[in-house]
């Protein structure tokens, strides 16, 4: 559970982040769900130069160039983890770290990257100017960046009934999706905070630095692991099997979901019968291989009735890593004080015990 702390220290952060009328300069602001990483081309004194990276994070913005432009073109390239970007015929040398790069040509003889931007046009007179990033790929310019209506979350929008809504339009970030899922917690991964869900084998993240409502993620907080619940949002990224989003609605179901009581006695920590330091823990709709104490990887976790290539009757363990596009199917034939898994298709049974 995250603490509270957090969540002040990130709403403190977006506030900071947030445009201020009346800087000259020109702003980019981010409102696509992830963060962006920017590299800005211009014309300058003697030759084209580029520069690049400044990070705006989601629902922030950054000020590329400050005091009055004197230029009306300029040229920026966004790049992202999700990778997402429509580029122009406008070219420029990049490079992986930060740089400044004096002339558009010859980039790769001069060891750079040959990069693609899209061009900004501010106007013959303008001396500020703030592009506005959107998921659904339109670049704007808002009067006010900060009162766009996707962003657009009633006070009045808290918990009732532990339903949990925000009152953005279906699509202002991204792809629409409902899902039926489980509920997987939230937690902090590698300095990223974020609650998340399984379903299908695969997972869906709402990270505390997009745009879910911060109090949507509050009461997430509080909901128990492997709770079934229907999400609905925006999909603003996808990697393999899992997926980054924002979260518009979550609402309990009643009904338990198919092979939960099987799931619930995956929970906890096992170890491997035939080698002591081979070792796993179950925890939701995942699974964290552990051998001599060392992380290994984490492998998604689903269940069915049936599986390619599978004959026997019984319920099916599926289980995948992020980057599968196939899961592994397994037969379950023992699942209470010992795990017993066989191989659809083949191989050795797998055993595990309680340690």
């Keep these: 559970m995250m603490q509270k702390a957090l969540r002040v220290f990130l709403a403190t952060l977006a506030a900071l982040c947030a445009p201020v009328a009346g800087h000259a300069g020109l702003e980019i602001c981010n409102f696509t769900g992830e963060a ?7 014309k300058g004194d003697k030759d084209w130069t580029s520069e690049g990276w ?3 994070k989601s629902g922030g913005c950054s000020m590329i160039v400050t005091g009055d ?3 009306r073109y300029y040229y920026y390239h966004v790049a992202s983890r999700s990778g997402l970007f429509a580029a122009e015929d406008y070219f420029f040398c990049t490079a992986q770290s930060v740089f400044t790069i004096a002339g558009d040509t010859d980039c790769e003889n001069r060891g750079y990257d040959r990069t693609a931007f899209r061009e900004i046009d501010t106007g013959k007179t303008a001396t500020e100017y703030t592009l506005t990033l959107r998921a659904d790929g339109r670049d704007v310019r808002p009067d006010q960046p900060e009162a766009d209506p996707a962003l657009n979350v009633s006070n009045e929008n808290t918990v009732n009934g532990e339903v949990l809504r925000a009152d953005f339009a279906p699509g202002a970030f991204g792809k629409p999706i409902e899902i039926d899922a489980l509920f997987q917690g939230c937690e902090l991964e590698n300095g990223d905070a974020y609650c998340s869900f399984h379903s299908n084998g695969h997972k869906y993240r709402a990270d505390y630095e997009g745009s879910t409502p911060a109090h949507i993620l509050a009461a997430l907080e509080q909901m128990p692991l492997l709770s079934r619940v229907q999400i609905r949002g925006d999909q603003v990224a996808r990697k393999g099997r899992e997926a980054a989003i924002v979260l518009r609605y979550a609402a309990p179901i009643a009904e338990d979901a198919p092979f939960s009581d099987l799931r619930r006695a995956f929970q906890g920590d096992w170890i491997a019968v035939n080698d002591k330091e081979s070792a796993i823990t179950v925890r939701g709709s995942e699974i964290h291989v552990r051998y001599e104490t060392e992380f290994r990887t984490t492998r998604f976790m689903d269940f069915a009735e049936h599986c390619p290539g599978a004959t026997a009757t019984g319920p099916k363990l599926l289980q995948s890593t992020v980057d599968e ?12 004080r010992e795990l017993e898994l066989l191989p659809v298709g083949g191989g050795q049974t797998l055993r595990f015990r309680r340690p």
């Excluded at 962006?36 to 211009?42: D, N, R, S, T, V």
């Excluded at 596009?325 to 209470?336: G, S």
Aim: glycine share 4%; net charge positive; charged share 30%.
């Design 36 to 42: 962006k990483h920017i590299a800005l081309g211009y």
């Design 69 to 71: 432009l004197t230029r």
């Design 325 to 336: 596009k196939e899961p592994k199917c397994y037969l379950v034939t023992r699942a209470d």
């Design 54 to 56: 400044w990070r705006v």
